[in-house]
């Protein structure tokens, strides 16, 4: 699935991108719709209420796949 992902636009991992969220940095969020479910809470209440749109449904692999790395993503965001 090709969404565009551009590595120099994008933070990788649950801290990294609710800490930008509240920094009013990030335009959109990707949610693994496998992620433990603390983890999608946590990053969706803080794009709620950062109103950040985020994106479901791909999964942790796919976006590990996405961003390039080697491991699996719960989540990233892509930077405003």
Do not use: H, N, W
């Amino acid at each position: 699935m090709d969404i565009g992902f551009d590595k120099e636009k994008a933070v990788i991992g649950t801290r990294q991108v609710t800490r930008l969220l509240s920094k009013d940095e990030i335009e959109v969020v990707y949610v693994a719709s496998d992620a433990d479910s603390f983890v999608r809470d946590k990053v969706i209440g803080a794009c709620e209420k950062a109103k950040v749109p985020y994106i479901d449904g791909l999964t942790k692999e796919e976006m590990g796949k996405i961003a390039g790395i080697e491991v699996f993503a719960a989540c990233f965001g892509i930077l405003k």
